[in-house]
């Protein structure tokens, strides 16, 4: 059964201080990693697919990548405006999509 | 503008009540889904489509109901069998792998908030 795990469970940031947040994955067969961000009361904003281990992506001040294991966004001198709850999600190749609990980042002015 | 829209966006049930979430989508997508979020959890999948005409239970499907009677549409009924139902539910959909060779990645609609009052 594919599974997904994210640490920290929450992380706060002095505006500038950059840091990571991981994805823990065990899948059948990797078709592609997502990452999401999503602020409280609306749906999830689709950020980034990474389909193999070391692809990177980057937006803006956010960049993902990819281990055969685990995925990582690093996020660069953020602001308070990066605050939200970041989800990664996984599909196998058998069309099973599952999220992980997502990691809630606070970034202080 | 592409995307999926989703009302009410606030809606409140009297108990023993069922009520009818819409998702509309204009993206072409094959395949819909519906999830269930709670203050501070994950998204838990309730149904799921791939095609008009079909469709799937997920992990948490008893009390709903969902038909697929257009591509662009997937209703959720949140029926009086669901015990709990307060919660944000969200719609979204996705290209299929097998016949778009996209990813699968999930697009998400604003949600609904559904109140047991």
């Known amino acids: 059964e594919d599974q997904v795990t994210q640490s920290p469970e929450a992380l706060r940031l002095q505006e500038g201080e950059s840091s990571s947040l991981n994805c823990s994955y065990t899948v059948s067969g990797l078709r592609g990693l997502f990452w999401y961000r999503q602020d409280p009361g609306k749906g999830p904003e689709f950020l980034f697919t990474?389909?193999?281990a070391g692809e990177e992506k980057e937006k803006e001040r956010l960049k993902a990548t990819l281990t055969k294991k685990e995925s990582f966004l690093h996020i660069t001198a953020p602001k308070p405006e990066d605050s939200a709850t970041y989800l990664c999600a996984v599909i196998d190749y058998g069309q099973n999509f599952v999220f992980g609990p997502g990691t809630r980042l606070s970034v202080l002015p | 503008d592409g995307g999926i829209t989703q009302s009410p966006k606030y809606l409140f049930r009297k108990e023993g009540q069922n009520v009818t979430l819409s998702c509309e989508q204009n993206?072409?997508?094959?395949?819909m889904y519906w999830y269930r979020q709670d203050p501070g959890q994950g998204l838990r999948l309730i149904y799921y489509s791939q095609i008009v005409n079909d469709f799937q239970k997920g992990d948490i499907a008893e009390g709903y109901s969902v038909s697929r009677e257009k591509k662009e549409s997937f209703p959720l009924t949140v029926t009086s069998a669901q015990k709990n139902p307060t919660a944000f539910y969200l719609c979204?959909?996705?290209?299929?792998?097998?016949?778009?060779?996209?990813?699968?990645?999930?697009?998400f609609g604003p949600g609904t908030r559904l109140t047991v009052l």
């Open positions: 979204a959909s996705s290209a299929y792998p097998k016949t778009s060779g996209a990813a699968g990645e999930q697009f």
């Open positions: 993206l072409n997508h094959d395949a």
């Open positions: 990474l389909y193999s």
